[in-house]
């Protein structure tokens, strides 16, 4: 079985691209809503493997309530990128403009 998560975002557009460059991905489905102005379901796939499913959030919610609390909004465990600069590279490119709750960092349950 594999999964892969699914992420709802405001200005779904530009999280797409975000999550393409952090990661190294390329967008394989695209279903935009009646207007052309965000996406309804987007699926991001790296080196043909599904990775990311994203999707405009119905209810925006307040970012700034969110920073400040800072509430866990999205945790990203990757597997197999690659390369430490390749990991390195999508914590940099995700964390600007956002709120680090922890750094990047091994965990003890997870087998290297």
Known sequence: MK?????YVKNSFEAAELYCKAFGAEI?????????T???HCELSVNGEEFLALSEAANPCDIELVHKMKWETMTFNVFEMGSEESV????????DGG???HPIQEVPWIAI
């Open 28 to 36: 394989t489905l695209e279903m935009k809503n009646e207007a052309d």
């Open 88 to 95: 390195c590279n999508a914590f940099n490119t995700l964390s």
């Open 99 to 101: 709120v680090i709750i």
């Open 38 to 40: 965000a996406y309804e």
């Open 3 to 7: 999964n892969y998560a699914q992420v």
